[in-house]
């Protein structure tokens, strides 16, 4: 009765959504990584998924939402309601802690960590190619 499938919709019907949004319910019980957890926490929403989802195991912690262990449904069920019932207080902490998750996946941080990893694989290259010149010679 509660639950609607939308199907497609533009980035502004999201983006409205997600700001009147106080929880995510990630269902899958596999995932690759989860970019939509992101973009929830993006917004300040904390999010529950399952542990079987491996690729959230980076994403979310207990500082910015809730991991629940074995597809086990009723501590799913059981931490919603948990959620529903601790204070405001804790709940801005989460949200608080969820932004600041997400902010580590921005582009800035992303595009700075990868020229991070390029620059140092280069560096490393070229000294192990030195080393073999060297040799040679």
């Known amino acids: 009765k509660n639950i609607k499938l939308w199907g497609f919709k533009k980035y ?15 269902t899958s019980f596999e995932e690759s990584f989860g970019l ?8 300040g929403i904390p999010c529950i998924a399952f542990d079987s989802a491996k690729g959230i195991l980076d994403v ?3 500082s910015n939402g809730y991991l629940i262990s074995n597809r086990n449904l009723k501590e799913y069920s059981n931490t919603i309601l948990k959620y529903l019932n601790i204070t405001n207080k804790e709940k801005k902490v989460l949200s ?30 070229n ?3 030195k080393i073999a010149k060297n040799r040679i010679l």
């Open 127 to 129: 000294k192990n190619t």
């Open 12 to 26: 502004t019907f999201i983006k409205d959504y997600l700001e009147s949004s106080s929880l995510y319910l990630m």
């Open 96 to 125: 608080k802690n969820a932004r600041a998750t997400a902010n580590k996946y921005s582009f800035n941080n992303v595009k700075k960590e990868y020229l991070q990893f390029i620059t140092k694989e280069i560096k490393e290259k």
């Open 36 to 43: 939509v957890v992101i973009e929830a926490m993006s917004y």
């Open 60 to 62: 979310i912690d207990n």
